[in-house]
């Protein structure tokens, strides 16, 4: 494979932008092409930056310049992209591989048109799913559906994982900052039983709804923790049925009338699930968490964003420009990670849903016509909240191997009451002073004599600012995020609708259940045939200790 080859192969060492981006990448590792430098050109910060409605993004820090800058629109241009995206939003088969349609911006399209995919009335089905949401989360909230005991419910957890319950974390626990929750979420995934002990111990079992979220009904974990959440109804004198809402694909084992369940809502195939927070997936525990009404401002801030990247020009496409400036990174500069940092506490939960979002739609071997990519898709993305994140990686991040960072600024904080002053200033205002000038000291870095105390700078950041953690921009956020992750795959010939790569250890997984299950079975079955590592390590487990 070549050393330096970008993904798409159609674009090889020979095809002009590709020729021209690496003569770039050269030229920018010079000293007059410090970012100390760049960051001085007039009109940097008017030309690298770039604002839609309650959405601002500044790239002034970026290695790059203006020649950088066409050459990466001139990319776009030759890959296609934006005629690619507007397939995708039409409902076009763009998940080529699984043969699919990949219409996450059908849920929240109010614009009237008729959306089909196949023989499927997308719009139809969209309203219908939404009015029954409204109408279940409202007759919860009315008192009018309670637990087999009568009482009211107050929790709610949500069982699934991944896709089924990161975006929607990451939207309840940035709302809740400002809006009061008439139902507390607790998310269960992980199949590990102290996360179940960890969300029993907050919770009144007779007033909780367990929220079952998964396509098939057969994903191991989410149905292992299920068999846990009925065993644990039982043992507290609760009927399942009046305790269990499912969120799944139209007739599986979740939508069985013979399995009766509280309330059963469909999803889609044509909505993947780390696309799917817009869907029921995220749609029936928010409405629950805050009302019908706050989820569809949540819709409402989507679409502005999905409007803005399906109607803008290239140079102006925000989504867009940020998807080029992480292939200019990845692909070009070689950095190997990607850092975001939202200075907002609210939004802890927004790195792991991105780090999903992207590792998993863009980290693959394969073009989307079939053929190994020239390099492997993907990079590292990670993230923790400032000021937090400059006591824990900060130094690295100053000193060691330089990656990328996104700063997520949010201007008007959800506390409203009286705040107090430290050094002449309030602790918002502190945090933005540190935000600031974090990404002044990665871009200029510092000269000592010490080198202790040195530090290179030339280190890339971007910013975004958001208004506010109200429904409608966290909605833009989130649009922002997944039409910057397809962009960067269409750019990059890559299909980042399916995820092959997340089910081989799964496969691995099934035969060491077998295993284990025969164990269950007969106490003298013996590991002796699986080789030393995996008979240790099932010994071990079925011993309990380390001797």
Not at 12 to 30: I, M, N, P, Y
Not at 220 to 225: G, L
Request: hydrophobic share 40%; with cysteine.
């Amino acid at each position: 494979m070549p050393k330096n080859g970008l993904l798409h192969p159609d674009l090889s060492h020979d095809h002009g932008v590709f020729r021209k981006l690496t003569e770039q990448a050269v030229r920018l590792g010079t000293a007059p092409c410090h970012l100390k430098q760049l960051i001085l050109h007039p009109g940097r910060f008017a030309d690298f930056s770039l604002k839609t409605k309650g959405f601002f993004l500044d790239f002034s820090r970026q290695r790059m310049d203006a020649d950088v800058f066409q050459a990466l629109i001139r990319l776009a241009k030759e890959t296609d992209a934006c005629r690619t995206f507007s397939d995708m939003a039409i409902g076009k088969l763009v998940n080529t591989t699984e043969k699919r349609a990949a219409f996450h911006t059908g849920t929240r399209d109010f614009s009237g048109k008729n959306l089909k995919v196949g023989e499927v009335d997308v719009s139809a089905e969209m309203k219908r799913v939404n009015r029954e949401i409204k109408d279940f989360s409202l007759a919860v909230h009315q008192e009018k559906i309670k637990g087999s005991t009568g009482k009211a419910f107050t929790n709610a957890v949500v069982i699934g994982i991944g896709g089924s319950y990161l975006g929607c974390e990451f939207a309840f626990e940035a709302m809740r900052q400002s809006i009061d929750p008439k139902i507390m979420l607790h998310f269960l995934p992980n199949v590990d039983i102290d996360n179940f002990n960890s969300v029993i111990k907050g919770i009144d079992p007779a007033s909780c709804l367990w929220i079952v979220i998964s396509k098939s009904y057969t994903t191991t974990e989410t149905m292992a923790n299920l068999a846990q959440a009925h065993l644990f109804l039982k043992a507290n004198g609760l009927s399942p049925k009046d305790h269990l809402v499912t969120v799944t694909a139209k007739g599986s084992p979740g939508d069985d009338p013979s399995n009766p369940v509280l309330a059963a809502f469909h999803m889609f195939d044509f909505i993947g699930g780390r696309f799917s927070v817009t869907s029921a997936v995220g749609g029936v525990p928010l409405s629950l968490a805050f009302g019908f009404d706050c989820f569809e401002r949540f819709l409402d801030g989507c679409h502005a964003m999905d409007s803005h990247a399906l109607t803008t020009p290239e140079s102006q496409n925000i989504p867009l420009v940020a998807a080029l400036i992480s292939i200019w990174n990845t692909f070009f500069l070689n950095y190997p990670a990607h850092a975001i940092i939202p200075y907002s506490s609210g939004l802890s939960r927004l790195a792991p849903h991105v780090q999903q979002l992207n590792m998993e739609s863009l980290g693959k071997l394969s073009s989307a016509d079939g053929r190994f990519l020239t390099r492997p898709g993907g990079t590292i993305v990670f993230g923790e909240p400032g000021t937090n994140a400059q006591h824990s990686f900060f130094q690295l991040a100053h000193q060691g191997p330089a990656f990328p960072i996104e700063f997520i600024g949010v201007i008007h904080p959800a506390y409203e009451g009286e705040c107090a002053t430290s050094k002449g200033v309030t602790n918002h205002q502190e945090l933005w002073a540190n935000m600031i000038a974090q990404t002044l000291a990665l871009a200029i870095g510092k000269a000592d004599d010490v080198p202790a105390k040195y530090f290179p700078g030339n280190r890339p950041s971007s910013m975004i600012l958001i208004n506010d953690l109200s429904p409608e921009s966290l909605g833009t956020l989130l649009s922002f995020y997944e039409a910057r992750t397809v962009f960067e795959g269409f750019i990059l010939g890559l299909n980042p609708f399916d995820q092959f790569g997340v089910e081989l250890g799964k496969g691995l997984a099934s035969d060491i259940r077998k295993e284990i299950a025969l164990k269950n079975q007969s106490p003298d079955h013996e590991f002796d045939h699986l080789g030393d590592a995996k008979k240790f390590y099932l010994e071990t487990l079925f011993k309990g200790s380390l001797e």
